[in-house]
């Protein structure tokens, strides 16, 4: 008998809509995906902002390199 042990998959720390920042700092963005991809591991999520030429910009990061934007950050 075969034994297969599933691999679990970490929980996600951020969830699509949550508003987020680059742990190195810049400015809030918006998740618009979240999820494992096949060429890095770990949980990443793709992100959208408005730079301040006014341009959508959107980027892919791992999720240990953002975190939540706080209110301050937002409100500016």
Known sequence: MRLRLAKRRAKPAYHVGEVLK???GG???T???SGP???APGNWLICQWISDAGEL???MFPEETL???SQ???AA
């Open 22 to 24: 680059p742990g190195s």
């Open 27 to 29: 400015r809030p963005m």
């Open 31 to 33: 998740a618009t995906w």
């Open 37 to 39: 991809v096949l060429f």
């Open 57 to 59: 910009q959107q980027e």
């Open 67 to 69: 975190e939540r934007a």
């Open 72 to 74: 301050d950050a937002l």
